[in-house]
């Protein structure tokens, strides 16, 4: 019998093994998936780190050191604190336990950073049960180090002119950043915005409903101790302010590379 020609001695390629649809569109480059269970292995140079809401080492990872937290705060309050007096000097308020102090420094003469310090007093017992002792101790430090700061300043820097209108936007935006700074690092100016986030979680009442209709209240009983166009000047900074919060306070979004 004549042997076989060498072209049949020549195997077929083995076919290739049934393709596994990805039950997740959204793999990122060096991962695979088991056929067994649809886990996700993740290995390779460019696997990212794993998202910072995955485990306690994870957050422990994000967290400032105690320098950080020193050169933030001693930031946040400076910037807040060069807001606050920009508004003092156009002749201005603006909204929350601020916009109070404001109010009672142009009635009745008082001091600002004392009041501010005073009327925020209240709301580190909420603070303390809801937030916890680092975020209380922490905006206790800030809102002291704010409202002397605020005081000093004209002390150290001469204004010879400031319109309203000008107060009202830059010191909306320099007293935000403040406030995002101090969030950052888990402190805040205190106020209003404690017992809004308490009602919030407690009574399912919105945090920015509370804060809007006391701000609201406020302004209107500021039409008893400033002008119309100041008040309107004052509702323009807190709009301000509001919205470069709403921009950039994002958690989980904006976050350093």
């Given at each position: 019998?004549k042997p076989a020609p060498a072209w049949c001695l020549i195997r077929a390629p083995t076919p290739a093994p049934f393709p596994v649809t990805l039950p997740d569109s959204d793999l990122?480059?060096?991962?695979?998936?088991?056929?067994?269970?649809?886990?996700?292995?993740?290995?390779?140079?460019?696997?990212?780190?794993?998202?910072?809401?995955?485990?306690?080492?994870?957050?422990?990872?994000?967290?400032?050191?105690?320098?950080?937290?020193?050169?933030?705060?001693?930031?946040?309050?400076?910037?807040?604190?060069?807001?606050?007096?920009?508004?003092?000097?156009?002749?201005?308020?603006?909204?929350?336990?601020?916009?109070?102090?404001?109010?009672?420094?142009?009635?009745?003469?008082?001091?600002?950073?004392?009041?501010?310090?005073?009327?925020?007093?209240?709301?580190?017992?909420?603070?303390?049960?809801?937030?916890?002792?680092?975020?209380?101790?922490?905006?206790?430090?800030?809102?002291?180090?704010?409202?002397?700061?605020?005081?000093?300043?004209?002390?150290?820097?001469?204004?010879?002119?400031?319109?309203?209108?000008?107060?009202?936007?830059?010191?909306?935006?320099?007293?935000?950043?403040?406030?995002?700074?101090?969030?950052?690092?888990?402190?805040?100016?205190?106020?209003?915005?404690?017992?809004?986030?308490?009602?919030?979680?407690?009574?399912?009442?919105?945090?920015?409903?509370?804060?809007?209709?006391?701000?609201?209240?406020?302004?209107?009983?500021?039409?008893t101790v400033l002008s119309p166009a100041k008040v309107m000047y004052s509702t323009l900074g807190a709009v301000v302010l509001s919205l470069l919060l709403m921009f950039n306070h994002?958690?989980?979004?904006?976050?350093?590379?």
């Open positions: 019998m990122r480059p060096g991962q695979d998936v088991l056929p067994d269970d649809g886990a996700v292995v993740t290995a390779g140079p460019l696997t990212p780190p794993p998202d910072s809401a995955g485990t306690g080492a994870d957050t422990r990872a994000f967290q400032h050191t105690v320098a950080e937290d020193v050169q933030g705060m001693v930031l946040a309050a400076l910037v807040a604190s060069l807001g606050l007096a920009v508004f003092a000097q156009g002749g201005i308020m603006i909204g929350g336990m601020a916009g109070v102090s404001f109010l009672l420094h142009y009635a009745l003469g008082w001091n600002f950073g004392i009041v501010f310090v005073l009327v925020n007093l209240p709301f580190y017992w909420i603070a303390v049960r809801r937030m916890g002792w680092e975020f209380t101790i922490k905006t206790f430090l800030a809102v002291g180090a704010t409202g002397l700061l605020t005081d000093l300043l004209p002390r150290w820097v001469g204004w010879a002119y400031m319109s309203p209108a000008f107060a009202a936007i830059v010191g909306g935006v320099l007293s935000g950043l403040g406030i995002l700074f101090f969030i950052r690092h888990r402190a805040s100016l205190g106020g209003v915005g404690i017992l809004a986030v308490y009602l919030q979680r407690s009574r399912g009442i919105s945090a920015g409903k509370v804060q809007l209709v006391f701000d609201a209240l406020l302004m209107a009983i500021a039409l994002r958690p989980n979004r904006y976050m350093g590379v």
